[in-house]
């Protein structure tokens, strides 16, 4: 499956780009009063992104023998996983005011960021793992 590698690498990372601009798309189209982010074909279409994500991930992982909770990036990784989904929901959905959802929004945009550097780093304090070797 390694020969595989570098293609999977590339649905990963197009899911990843793909999820997150649906993500903050549908964020605007929210926090502006739209109807059609909460539309079932946008959100069938976004699960099937994270599903071709999540496949793919796993799959890297199987490859690359680097496992969650074995290896402390991609605890740190999924752990936030489950937090930006947590703040997603709350963005999209049951957040009880707009100014909640809004912070909601920007937090899980935040924690999206956080998650990507984290990956592009392998090391569990993202961009800021270069500040942490300064000292």
Same mark, same amino acid.
């Given at each position: 499956?390694?020969?595989?590698?570098?293609?999977? $690498?590339?649905?990963?990372?197009?899911?990843?780009?793909?999820?997150?601009?649906?993500?903050?798309? $549908?964020?605007?189209?929210?926090?502006?009063?739209?109807?059609?982010?909460?539309?079932?074909?946008? $959100?069938?279409?976004?699960?099937?992104?994270?599903?071709?994500?999540?496949?793919?991930?796993?799959?890297?992982?199987?490859?690359?023998?680097?496992?969650?909770?074995?290896?402390?990036?991609?605890?740190?990784?999924?752990?936030?996983?489950?937090?930006?989904?947590?703040?997603?929901?709350?963005?999209?959905?049951?957040?009880?005011?707009?100014?909640?959802?809004?912070?909601?929004?920007?937090?899980?945009?935040?924690?999206?960021?956080?998650?990507?550097?984290?990956?592009?780093?392998?090391?569990?304090?993202?961009?800021?793992?270069?500040?942490?070797?300064?000292?």
């Amino acid at each position: 499956m390694i020969e595989y590698y570098a293609q999977i $690498r590339l649905v990963h990372i197009s899911a990843v780009l793909a999820s997150g601009t649906v993500f903050f798309l $549908r964020g605007l189209g929210v926090h502006s009063g739209a109807q059609w982010p909460t539309a079932a074909p946008l $959100r069938y279409l976004s699960y099937a992104i994270d599903t071709t994500l999540l496949a793919a991930a796993l799959m890297l992982m199987t490859i690359v023998q680097q496992y969650p909770f074995v290896h402390g990036w991609l605890t740190v990784k999924i752990l936030l996983l489950v937090v930006y989904i947590a703040l997603g929901t709350y963005a999209l959905r049951r957040g009880r005011t707009r100014k909640l959802r809004i912070i909601y929004w920007v937090s899980a945009l935040l924690i999206f960021g956080f998650i990507v550097t984290i990956a592009r780093a392998h090391h569990s304090l993202g961009i800021f793992a270069q500040l942490a070797d300064l000292h």
